[in-house]
């Protein structure tokens, strides 16, 4: 997102909650203007093991009554658990797919 680029594309970061303890290590004039790495986000996420609440929209019920998260939660969460979800959006090195990014940007227009 950083690029002079007019339009620069859906970027995961855009859905990311980022952690506080990356945003500190950012200098104060570079907050907004610099990109942290997917890779360090879902280190420090799994560290800390972080799960945020789902928000409505986030999820939905199966027939069989399962609890599904949608990919909208899993990009939110910001990175993969490895268990396998049915709306994991995240491909085999653990990067957000570029077609998951687009649909919901799609979704937000």
Do not use: N
């Not at 990311?16 to 790495?37: F, H, K, N, Q, W």
């Not at 939110?76 to 490895?82: K, L, S």
């Not at 979800?85 to 799609?106: I, K």
């Amino acid at each position: 997102m950083t690029t002079d680029a007019p339009y620069k594309g859906p970027c995961w970061c855009m859905r990311v909650e980022m952690p506080d303890s990356l945003l500190r290590r950012v200098p104060s004039g570079e907050r907004g203007r610099t990109c942290i790495c997917h890779r360090c986000v879902a280190e420090a996420r799994r560290a800390e093991k972080w799960i945020p609440k789902a928000r409505a929209g986030e999820f939905y019920f199966t027939e069989d009554g399962r609890f599904v998260f949608t990919a909208d939660y899993h990009l939110r969460r910001g990175y993969c658990c490895g268990s396998g979800c049915r709306h994991c959006p995240f491909d085999a090195e653990g990067r957000p797919r570029a077609e998951v990014l687009e649909q919901a940007s799609l979704k937000d227009a």
